[in-house]
């Protein structure tokens, strides 16, 4: 009897310890109207340019909303979701290696880096994408160390 309510006060203990993992993940990602990427598919990106998903293609992912294009592209996604997801929560790897803050992107200005998603803000005249790539490895350096501080 000792053993089983040990148990389901593990369990519930670890359960309740998912859920703050979750909350916490979703306060920190750049979501509009719930959706990571401002509703774009995050698979468009590795296959040439970025594509608006769509509301009948959605998934949720560690309570993440993505939409995607096609019934293809949310396969992919759910084979190895971690390969998709935006570097900093979705927010601008320029200014979270620059500042440390969280910056809107734009959607459609972005780069892929090693095999990952990084997106930037690119509004009035001002695409930090640019910036980024004089000084690439510093700037990602210093974004990592930064988002890594946020998300402890």
Known sequence: MKIMLSLLILAVTAGASFGQADDNRKKHFNLKQNLALDGYDPV???EGAPLKGKSNFKYTFNNIDYQFASANSLAKFKLNPAKYEPAYGGWCAYAMGE?????KIDPETFTILNGRLYLFYNFWGNN??????K????????????WDNIVR
Request: proline share 0%; net charge negative.
């Open 44 to 46: 468009s990106y590795f």
């Open 99 to 103: 500042t440390g803050e969280k910056v």
């Open 128 to 133: 930090t994408l640019e910036d980024w790539k």
């Open 135 to 146: 000084n690439e490895k510093k700037l990602k350096d210093a974004a990592d160390h930064n």
